[in-house]
């Protein structure tokens, strides 16, 4: 079976501080994809960075980043310099290459960014 | 319209009586996909469609629940003698066929209120 964890539920910081989002997987397949997704107040989830099984080299990305280790089953996202429009609900989420193409979702972590 | 549209946005109901929604995916997307959120909850996956096979559904989808996607464009989602348990926000994605990571474009949902 593939399960997402996110262990924060929510977390508050200040405008300008980074800021690091936990995800735990557990997945069989051996070709797996991560996705991190953002929901702001208005409610549609946007996607924002992904990364394959193939693939741990960590990238940045403007003011996001990721680290990538499949020996722990993690796959963080970092943001930096954050800013109040961050405030959201995000979610990691996880595409297996069995059971169909189905992309299964953590229970998200809620973002609070104050100015 | 270059995103993928939901309607009705919101939908209040009494218990008992049957509902659907319609997620119009973006045209050149032959994947589509239904999910529903609870309150601090992530997506849960429902079902999906590739073109107009329907081709996984998850064990949350009832008898009660019935997805169509007719011509392989626009899919309905019904769900009849709705009950309370029902109330969420239905979403639907859609992803484009031969595009391995699988990222998901969602709608903005549709919020069920079963009174």
């Known amino acids: 079976a593939q399960k997402v964890t996110q262990a924060q539920t929510e977390i508050s910081v200040v405008e300008k501080e980074d800021v690091t989002l936990d995800c735990v997987y557990e997945?069989?397949?051996?070709?797996?994809?991560l996705f991190w997704y953002k929901q702001p107040p208005s409610g549609e989830l946007v996607f924002l960075i992904r990364?394959?099984?193939?693939?741990?080299q960590n990238e940045i990305s403007g003011r996001y980043s990721w680290n990538f280790q499949k020996s722990t089953s993690s796959f963080n996202f970092t943001i930096t310099a954050s800013q109040v429009v961050d405030s959201a609900v995000y979610f990691c989420a996880l595409r297996g290459n069995t059971g169909g193409f189905k992309t299964i979702f953590g229970a998200g972590t809620r973002l609070f960014v104050k100015a | 319209d270059t995103g993928v549209s939901q309607n009705p946005r919101h939908k209040i109901t009494k218990r008992g009586q049957n509902v659907t929604f319609r997620c119009d995916p973006i045209s050149e997307h032959n994947r589509l996909y239904w999910y529903r959120q609870t309150l601090g909850q992530g997506p849960e996956f429902l079902t999906y469609?590739?073109?107009?096979?329907?081709?996984?559904k998850s064990r949350l989808l009832s008898d009660r629940f019935s997805a169509e996607r007719p011509k392989g464009s626009f899919s309905t989602l019904e769900i009849q003698r709705t009950e309370q348990g029902d109330s969420a926000m239905y979403l639907c994605?859609?992803?484009?066929?031969?595009?391995?990571?699988?990222?998901?474009?969602f709608g903005e949902g549709s919020r069920l209120t079963v009174l």
């Open positions: 997945t069989r397949d051996t070709t797996y994809y």
């Open positions: 469609f590739q073109n107009e096979a329907q081709l996984e």
């Open positions: 990364r394959n099984s193939f693939d741990e």
């Open positions: 994605a859609s992803s484009l066929d031969g595009e391995p990571t699988g990222e998901l474009f």
